[in-house]
C-alpha cells in the first residue's frame, strides 16, 4: 500500500467475544487542482452478524477521545497547509506578516 493510500493515525477497537471490530482513521486531505481537499476522519464498524456493536463506557469514552483528538489534529493540519499555500502564492505578504 502507497503511502497515500495509508492514514496519518488509526487505532483499532477489537470487542471481546465477537468479531466485531471498530477502525478510527485519520486521513489527510489530497490535493486537486492545485488546491487542498480537507483531510477527514474515518470511523468503520464491521461485525460478520448484526452490522453494529455495543461498548461500555469505557471504550466509548476511548473512542470519543480519539475521535476528538483527531478532529482537532485535521483541522490544525488544514490549517497549516492553507496558510503554507497562502505564503507560497504571497510571498510579499508573508514576509510583511512575519
Not at 487542482?33 to 463506557?57: Q, Y
Not at 477521545?65 to 504571497?90: M, P, V
Request: charged letters at 25%; a positive charge; glycine letters at 4%.
Amino acid at each position: 500500500m502507497s503511502e497515500q493510500n495509508r492514514p496519518i493515525k488509526a487505532h483499532q477497537f477489537r470487542f471481546a467475544y465477537t468479531d466485531a471490530k471498530l477502525d478510527v482513521s485519520f486521513w489527510e486531505g489530497k490535493e486537486k487542482d492545485g488546491k487542498a481537499l480537507p483531510s477527514s476522519v474515518s470511523v468503520r464498524i464491521t461485525d460478520s452478524d448484526k452490522g453494529s456493536v455495543s461498548m461500555n463506557p469505557e471504550n466509548a469514552l476511548a473512542v470519543s477521545a480519539i475521535l476528538q483528538r483527531y478532529a482537532s489534529e485535521a483541522l490544525e493540519l488544514d490549517t497549516q497547509r492553507r496558510l503554507s499555500a497562502w505564503k507560497t502564492r504571497n510571498p510579499q505578504a508573508a514576509l510583511a506578516t512575519a
